[in-house]
């Protein structure tokens, strides 16, 4: 065997089920091998940051799995920086593989091309941004790092980066061992264990948060079990928005401070127990709370470890918890809480008047009602907070780092890896980042549901400067221009023709369909308008 094929068997057996690439010079030999061998299905995409976003959304949407992106040295790898750090921020298992200059190139006195400061620079800007990093420049100790990296990946479930001389991929390699993970210690997790449900048990009004690492770690349907044993109620994170979808969990909806569902605000923020299952403390998750959340009161599993007051018990995974928490817990109300489940606009007004954000929630909420859930994928910009008034279902975006380009091929990503048809919510902005990606669904028959919020303007940033005349795009006209990347398109001024466009759309398989919604400049969901009403509120105390 030797070093390529080590590494793709190490890939499939750890979770990847496809790659995500674009290639160069220096990644050619290991993308002959890629083609030769078909160790696993690659997928090119037409630039680097649609790879990574790609990947990162095949990693999330397979709850355990791993994203794998593989680029070219320097200007492929560099290019895909900001993907790269926004898995890292949203803590997804994604594995970078770059090709690299050989052993003879980095001797021969050459500053080569797509080389930056030094060489070796590309390493020291990944190192940033991923958990664990090799140059696999060694076939004898090739396996154990390539064993190591993907242990750290998922364990950490954040990003690992692989740089692969090009003079490496055909070296005779042993296979990848597959690492066991790390032992607990039964004794801190007997205590903490013991230590967590006396504090619920003490609590009046415990609450249980989840946030996103229990999609990464796929331990979902464990915390759905631990909220009905114990009988107290669910609410997600605005990150964790979909979490549960697929369980009968007690789940109360989307945690959202001010700019949400006062009963799930005052539930979460006056609970004396709020037990935080993967949830990141970041302001998009509380940076609009009511009152200020007193998190040394509150229970914190993430990251591998368990805080609670002022104790830390380190080295516990989520699923060691969750198993023992399911071992021990017994219920903490005499019935179970009220599943309220949340209720999301429905009925979209088919009539001749222009379309608002939330007209686009309630005409998907509609589809998903008469046709089953789809599960959504959404860039940044005001269709990430329309997301929020859709259905609870698996929903995909970068909510707390934040980045705009990921709608589309992130949801190329997700179809590639699952074979589900996504609903892909993009604004016009986002869209002219990187929606051209649309234009590869005719290689490999892939056919998403895209919905451009098209307002001609960056509206967020409107928000926060009204005066601004740079915020004022022009007409792109998208919907013109889908036919000739392969698509349908449909422009929708009216309510009426958004309906029509959407049922059309889901009638037509085999080809993306996209829906250009044409927004009244100013328009605001009204969710965002809570948002940016709340962080003003908050920022004038
Ligand atoms: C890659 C990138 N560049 C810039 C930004 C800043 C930014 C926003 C966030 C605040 O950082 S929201 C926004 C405008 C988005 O415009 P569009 O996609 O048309 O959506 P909408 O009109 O609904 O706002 C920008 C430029 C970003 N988040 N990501
Ligand atoms: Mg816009």
């Known amino acids: 065997m030797n070093l390529s094929l080590s590494l793709l068997h190490a890939l499939k057996a750890h979770g990847a089920r496809e790659l995500f690439g674009l290639p160069g010079d220096f990644v050619l030999p290991f993308f002959q091998q890629l083609e030769q061998s078909q160790v696993l299905p690659l997928y090119t995409l037409s630039h680097e940051p649609g790879v990574g976003f790609a990947a990162d959304a095949a990693a999330r949407f397979q709850g355990g799995g791993l994203g794998v992106a593989v680029v070219t040295y320097g200007a492929g790898a560099l290019n895909m920086v900001n993907a790269v750090a926004s898995s890292y921020a949203e803590k997804v298992p994604m594995v970078v593989i770059s090709g690299a200059p050989a052993a003879h190139e980095r001797r021969n006195g050459f500053l080569l091309h797509h080389q930056t400061r030094t060489l070796d620079s590309q390493l020291a800007i990944f190192r940033e941004i991923t958990c664990d990093q090799v140059v696999l420049n060694n076939a004898e100790t090739a396996p154990a790092d390539i064993a190591r990296v993907l242990r750290n990946c998922q364990m950490q479930s954040r990003p690992v980066y692989i740089e692969l001389p090009r003079d490496m991929v055909a ?45 990464r770690f796929g331990v979902e349907d464990k915390v759905a079990r631990l909220a009905k044993l114990l ?26 401070g001010v700019a949400g569902d006062p009963a799930i605000t005052q539930a979460v923020e006056e609970s004396d127990a709020l037990l935080m299952l993967g949830v990141l403390v970041s302001d998009t998750n509380f940076g609009v709370s009511e009152r200020k959340i007193d998190m040394r009161r509150g229970i914190l599993a993430l990251d591998g470890q368990v805080s609670m007051g002022y104790h830390v018990y380190p080295d516990i995974s989520l699923e060691a918890l969750l198993d023992g928490l399911l071992e021990s817990a017994q219920s903490l109300a005499p019935q179970a809480p009220e599943h309220k489940t949340a209720r999301y606009p429905h009925e979209l007004k088919a009539d001749g008047e222009r379309i608002e954000p939330m007209d686009i929630a309630r005409a998907v909420n509609d589809l ?95 928000t926060f400067q009204p005066t601004a005349c740079y915020n004022d795009l022009s007409d792109w006209h998208f919907a013109d221009a889908a036919p000739a990347l ?15 466009a959407l049922q059309q759309a889901l009638a037509t398989r085999g080809k993306f369909q996209l829906i250009e919604a044409m927004l009244p400049r100013g328009a605001l969901s009204a969710t965002l308008a809570r948002f940016v009403d709340g962080v003003r509120r908050l920022q004038s105390q």
């Open 171 to 215: 070296v005779p390699c042993e296979p990848v061992p597959r690492l066991p993970a790390p032992a607990h210690d039964m004794e801190a997790l007997h205590a903490c264990v013991q230590e967590l449900l006396a504090r619920l048990a003490r609590a009046r009004n415990p609450v249980l948060l989840v946030g996103i690492e229990i999609r």
């Open 231 to 256: 009988r107290v109620p669910v609410a997600t994170t605005i990150m964790g928005r979909g979490l549960l979808a697929d369980t009968d969990a007690p789940l109360l909806g989307t945690y959202l």
């Open 368 to 462: 998903m009602a008469r046709h089953g859930r789809m599960p959504i994928v959404s860039d940044i910009g005001d269709c990430f907070f329309t997301a929020l008034d859709i259905e609870n279902t698996a929903l995909l975006a970068p909510g707390y780092y934040a980045t705009m380009g990921y709608g589309v091929p992130a949801g190329l990503g997700l179809q590639a890896s699952s074979g589900e048809r996504p609903i892909i919510l993009v604004g016009d902005g986002a869209f002219q980042m990187t929606g051209w990606e649309l234009g590869n669904c005719q290689r490999y028959g892939w056919d998403p549901i895209v919905i451009v919020f098209n307002n001609c303007g960056w509206e967020m940033l409107r």
């Open 486 to 500: 392969g698509g349908d398109g449909y422009r929708a001024e009216t309510r009426e023709q958004l309906q029509q």
